[in-house]
């Protein structure tokens, strides 16, 4: 008796500390991720004019919790060498960066190129090919130029061509040497953090109305933008598009309780599903759900039309299939725990129309309020993707831990483990097709309204000295070592002192 509990307990503790799966497949590759307002500086150098976030840190300093900005960052645009030795270091098969479109278009309409924006970004491109790092390049990572935002934003339906000037100026000057580009960085983020709330900037905070006209244009920008470059560029280019969506990962509290259930569905499709369904769906347009759920909130608010206007037919087409990958950002897990409105929630408002209560109350935690450890649900997350959009390919475009900027970042280096373990598991076990890992990110950056109070880093940067010099922390190493072999590491250095073997 004695003995059979003593094995089980070895089952048990062996089953809770072993990875199924350590190996990467061959081919499936990693990199790492930056945006160019959280690294660049130089915010009004050589002809660099305002974005969003210029403006919004300068005009109400007070809405970054430690009142930094992005004026000097990481001072990448002075420093982008000392970035692309760093990836060297690491080993990463690819570098995700982005484009600052107002050091490209001052005016952010295409009248008006910068010779200087251009300079910039073949340097940086001619510096990674030296080191063959193959680069996948975002459009639009957050940072609207101030003049078109002051014409509305993304709320302004001539967005649409706005950003398609923009992309083909970019298909047209760097295409030669980015062969993977993605249009936008977390849609959603962009229009309902920003548009329907105020924690991104422009921080107009239309709540249930200014974040339903943002995914109008934006949707309808993307899709431009890709069928630009799959019929005029891509015949001699020969690169890849594709769109990165951002997750909050939502599960039932309880598994059982079937109302949860349904709940935790609805709020995903509000979620991943509103820029996922229009584009990855044999169907198109928003999910049903969203459709039904902000339609009978809008009657209940005596509107004598629904706040989400649905695509029309030329439309629902013109934006289906519009990705050559489903690129997912991914960073946590929250429950749903029943009907009913959000403690939190604005009114009207996106999160008002799902019509579930939340809770973060979930896993371990991490220096950012939003971010818990919840490395199952990453799994999920994933075997509902294949399920739901037609067993895409996947690449991860983001995934990462903050904490408050230690080098020996164990807590970091236990979320990339279990995270990646994740991915393996839902690989090998369900044939879910994730090809590549972005980590996020290469070093300490302006982390947009914490500033630098929340580090999600491989290096430590030093924001106090001109210099920025940068110290790789322990994950750092972790993340060589996982590349260089393409297969977790095991070795007990990796591990808190608390949980090494003994
Ligand atoms: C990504 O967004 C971004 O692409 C990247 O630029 C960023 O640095 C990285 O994550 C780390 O955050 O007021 O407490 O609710 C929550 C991930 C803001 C998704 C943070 C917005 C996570 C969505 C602020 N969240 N973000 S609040």
């Known amino acids: ?21 350590t190996k990467f497949p061959d081919g499936f590759t990693f990199g790492v991720a930056t945006a160019a307002h959280q ?19 300068h005009t109400k300093p007070w809405m970054v919790a430690d009142f930094t900005n992005g004026d000097i960052a990481c001072d990448s645009y002075n420093r982008y060498q000392e970035d692309v030795d760093e990836l060297d270091y690491l080993g990463v098969d690819f570098y995700r960066f982005s484009l600052s479109w107002s050091r490209i278009l001052p005016t952010g309409r295409i ?35 101030q003049s078109l935002q002051d014409l509305g934003g993304w709320a302004n339906p001539k967005m649409v061509d706005y950003f398609r000037g923009y992309a083909d100026v970019c298909f047209r000057e760097f295409g030669d040497k980015i062969k993977s580009w993605i249009t936008f960085n977390e849609p959603y983020e962009i229009c309902e953090d920003a548009y329907g709330d105020e924690k991104k900037a422009p921080a107009i905070d239309s709540h249930g109305v200014g974040n339903y006209l943002c995914s109008d ?30 997750s909050i990962w939502y599960e039932p509290k309880d598994p059982e309780n079937a109302q949860q259930v349904t709940l935790a569905e609805t709020a995903n499709q509000f979620k991943f599903g509103w820029f996922a369904h229009p584009i990855f769906t044999d169907k198109g347009g928003y999910p049903e759900v969203m459709v039904a759920n902000v339609a009978a909130q809008s009657e209940g608010e005596g509107l004598a039309r629904s706040r989400l206007e649905q695509f029309d037919d030329y439309w629902i087409e013109r934006i289906k299939g519009t990705s050559d990958f489903l690129g997912i950002n991914h960073y946590t897990t929250f429950l749903v725990t029943g009907p009913g409105v959000d403690p939190t929630a604005k009114s009207p408002s996106w999160l008002k129309d799902i019509g579930a209560v939340t809770t973060m109350e979930v896993g371990g935690d991490s220096a950012s309020e939003w971010l818990r450890v919840v490395p199952s649900g990453f799994a999920n997350l994933l075997r509902w993707c294949k399920k739901s959009y037609n067993d895409p390919l996947i690449y991860i475009t983001e995934n990462g831990f903050s904490d408050r900027g230690t080098l020996e970042d164990y807590g970091r280096i236990s979320y990339y483990n279990d995270y990646l373990s994740a991915i393996l598991d839902v690989i090998n076990d369900d044939d879910v097709k994730v090809l590549g890992y972005t980590a996020w990110t290469l070093m300490d950056n302006f982390e947009w309204r914490a500033g630098f109070s929340e580090r999600f880093g491989f290096y430590y940067v030093n924001i106090t000295d001109p210099a920025r010099p940068r110290t790789p922390k322990l994950s750092a190493e972790y993340y060589k070592q996982l590349i260089a072999n393409r297969e977790l590491p095991q070795d007990d250095k990796f591990k808190a002192p608390s949980a090494r073997r003994q």
């Open 39 to 57: 690294i660049e500086g130089a915010w009004d150098v050589n002809g660099k004019s305002e974005n969003v976030w210029d403006h919004l840190t």
């Open 217 to 246: 244009t934006l949707l309808k920008a993307h899709a431009e933008a890709y069928h630009l470059y799959d019929e005029t560029y891509r015949p001699t280019q020969n690169g890849k598009i594709m769109i990165s969506i951002n």
């Open 111 to 145: 009248d008006q190129i910068n010779p200087d924006g251009i300079r910039y970004y073949n340097d940086l491109l001619d510096a990674l090919a030296a080191k063959n790092i193959e680069p996948l390049v975002t459009l639009f990572h957050w940072d609207l130029p």
């Open 1 to 21: 008796m004695a003995s059979s509990i003593t094995i089980l307990a070895a089952i048990l503790v062996l089953s809770h500390t072993c990875q199924a799966y």
